[in-house]
C-alpha cells in the first residue's frame, strides 16, 4: 500500500467511517488505523453505502483505492452534499 492510505486515515475526522476496499483488506486497515493510534475509526467496506450510510451523520472517508459501484458512487455524492468530510 502507498502512503496514501496512512496518510488519510492520520487526517480523517474524530469517529470517522473509513471506507476500505472490500472485506478481505479489512484487517489491514483496522491493523493500520490502530498503528497510528486511530482505533476510533469505524473501518467499512464499500457496501456502507448500500444501506447503512443512510442513518449516519458521522463524517465518511474513502480510501484512494476503494472502487465504488455507480449506486455507491451515487451515494458517496449524497454524503459530500450533506457536508461530511470526504476523502479518496
Known sequence: MSGR???QIQ???RSAYYVVPNAQTRSYYRDLADRYGRSDLRIETPDFFDARWRETIIPVVVDH???LTYNQRMNYDV???RGDKTGG
Open 5 to 7: 492510505s496512512t496518510r
Open 11 to 13: 487526517e480523517a475526522p
Open 65 to 67: 483505492a476503494v472502487m
Open 79 to 81: 454524503c459530500r452534499a
